[in-house]
């Protein structure tokens, strides 16, 4: 009971300070942090390490820090010389003490005591009015006290245990769609790198962000506190902008979410250069396939043919390459890595470079070289077929890609369909318009429900609750016959949403291989430096919980490209759509004559 009572009076403030200047302002430290480093010894990583976490439980739980007080990355400038002094963990756990206790004072939340959502039955797609929670706060270490000590363990419990219901100051749900929106994260961008503080401040902003308001963090794949152990002296001793932004890049990675690039600072991921080749490729297992060649540039580049499979490049093997620049690609599977790595695989300086290729059971040095990417031949990274966005490939086969689809022509393309016995949607490519339920709702029959969400909770930081998604409601004209929907390592994110959609329909099925894995609308990340990034900020699952980030949509009948297809000029996944609507007993001239890409 005494101790209760001491820490009472520290969380009070009764004998505290009051806090610092409120964030507009608070200035000291706009030109930079100050905090020089060269070196990190375990006793101070492990004191930085929990000092992190303790940071960032403090900016989702602290009132005086939700409500906007305080300039919460200047308080932790203000507080790591102290944790980097400290000779061991029970001297940093005692200025952590004494800062909380600074903060400001923090009453009993009596009757107004946030509790967040409670479980609830949950029974398909019906949720009672009470959300069962999906994700619950991992925040077990709070009481632990062989890492808090007992004094430091009770501050945060008692915090986590007396946060009222309201408004976060560096967080809100974006109206209508209930994303995380991250607020007032600023960039400084005007900061000089390297600054070890402030790239101190990357890893916490960017870790936390993660802990507290990532609806996939349960499916990282990593262990997130040892990421934070691991990328905490890689970034604080970053010994130049480069440097600090590759760490980031890396950092970022091990979320293993598409969505959650470095965007700002792609110039810097490998493979670098202002030049390439003039082809493009696409990965069949290991196998980096030549899909095809710009027309015009031929003369440049000779000796190449569509099906050729690189082998080599700048006299460094394939699988190298790809193991060397793989921790730099942020992709929720393998698929959406080996095609995104593909699209900048030929990158490099410009001039002479020698290829090695397979053609068939032969290899071939290739002597050619890069050209400018700014004057280059736009080369497709779609897999649908060229020509217009719907046509009749026979009397009872209709095709629509989504890559230049217009939701206002709909209608047309239903009725135009109306009389064939299959329709194949092609979602290899990125919907140009959101027709989720222009579409759809054309393709079943009753009320149909194709998607649940996970959200945050705001005052229960860490939480993510089951909310229902909307329904196909069924609209005329209907389309009976079946419908077929390609996807492959292209689908991505709205293509994804969509494939779930028309993937409800009862005469419904998927053909490709697997996708993304990357859906749900983003939440832009600011980082110091002017660095951007971005995650999936809702959850994204089928009715009844089945989960799609990482997974992506599962064809019901997988179908991957085939090297020796490629190089014929065949769309060998078009082709068992074609099957499936004619049936088995269709000659393979006649399913070849109908998928033929360039017909």
Not at 20 to 47: C, E, M, W
Request: aromatic letters at 8%.
């Amino acid at each position: 009971m005494l101790v209760f009572v001491s820490l009472a009076v520290t969380l009070l403030g009764t004998a505290q300070p009051g806090p610092a200047a409120k964030p507009s302002g608070d200035r000291q430290f706009d030109r930079g942090s100050g905090l020089v480093l060269s070196s990190l010894t375990s006793v101070q990583i492990d004191n930085l390490v929990l000092l992190g976490k303790v940071w960032g439980f403090l900016k989702y739980h602290h009132p005086t820090v939700t409500s906007g007080e305080l300039q919460w990355d200047y308080e932790l400038f203000r507080i790591l010389p102290e944790i980097l002094a400290a000779p061991d963990q029970a001297a940093a756990q005692t200025s952590m003490i004494h800062w909380i206790g600074g903060l400001g004072p923090v009453q009993p939340c009596g009757n107004s005591c946030a509790t967040g959502d409670k479980d609830g039955p949950r029974i398909g797609h019906v949720l009672t009015p009470v959300p069962m929670l999906a994700l619950r706060p991992e925040i077990a270490w709070i009481a632990d006290e062989a890492l808090l000590g007992k004094e430091l363990a009770r501050a945060l419990q008692y915090l986590q245990q007396n946060r009222t219901a309201g408004k976060q100051f560096y967080i809100s749900l974006a109206p209508g769609i209930g994303n995380p929106s991250f607020d007032h994260e600023r960039d400084y961008v005007g900061v000089k790198f390297p600054d070890a503080g402030f790239q101190i401040l990357a890893l916490y902003r960017f870790w936390n962000i993660i802990e507290y308001w990532s609806p996939n963090r349960n499916i990282v794949g990593e262990d997130w506190d040892g990421v934070l152990r691991e990328f905490l002296p890689r970034l604080a001793l970053a010994k130049s902008s480069e440097e600090y932004q590759l760490e980031m890049m890396e950092l970022i990675a091990q979320v293993h979410d598409t969505h959650a690039n470095l965007w700002s600072s792609l110039s810097l991921r490998p493979p670098v250069g202002e030049c390439r080749l003039p082809l493009s490729l696409r990965f069949l297992g290991q196998s980096a396939v030549i899909t095809a060649v710009a027309s015009q540039d031929l003369s440049a580049v000779g000796g190449f043919k569509v099906g050729d499979v690189l082998t080599d490049l700048d006299g460094k093997p394939v699988e190298n390459l790809l193991q060397s620049w793989s921790p730099y690609y942020a992709d929720s599977n393998d698929a959406a890595r080996l095609r995104d790595i593909a699209r900048a695989m030929t990158n490099g300086p410009c001039g002479p470079v020698t290829v090695r290729i397979r053609r068939g059971p032969d290899l071939l040095t290739v002597a050619t070289k890069r050209l400018p990417s700014a004057g280059m031949t736009a080369i497709t990274n779609t897999h649908d077929l060229p020509g217009d966005t719907f046509r009749l490939l026979s009397d009872q086969v209709a095709y629509l890609k989504l890559s230049s689809v217009k939701a206002g022509d709909a209608v047309s393309y239903i009725q135009r369909a109306r009389d064939t016995k299959g329709l194949i949607v092609d979602i290899r490519n990125y919907p140009s318009e959101f027709v989720v339920f222009a579409l759809g709702s054309r393709l079943v029959k009753w009320s149909t429900p194709f998607v649940e969400f996970t959200q945050a909770e705001l005052s229960n930081p860490g939480a993510f609750h089951w909310t229902k998604g909307p329904l196909l409601q069924p609209a005329e004209p209907h389309y009976s016959g079946k419908v077929i929907i390609l996807v492959d390592e292209v689908t991505q994110s709205q293509a994804e949403y969509t494939a779930m959609a028309f993937r409800s329909s009862p005469h419904a099925m998927v053909i490709g291989s697997t996708t993304a894995g990357a859906d749900g609308d983003v939440s832009k990340l600011s980082l110091p430096g002017g660095l951007r990034t971005m995650i999936s900020g809702i959850g994204i699952f089928y009715p009844y919980g089945k989960q799609t980030q990482r997974v992506g949509i599962i064809p019901d009948k997988i179908v991957v490209p085939t090297i020796e297809g490629i190089g014929a000029g065949r769309d060998e996944v078009l082709e068992e759509a074609v099957r499936q609507i004619l049936g088995a007993e269709t000659s393979i001239e006649t399913i070849k004559a109908l998928a033929k890409p360039g017909r």
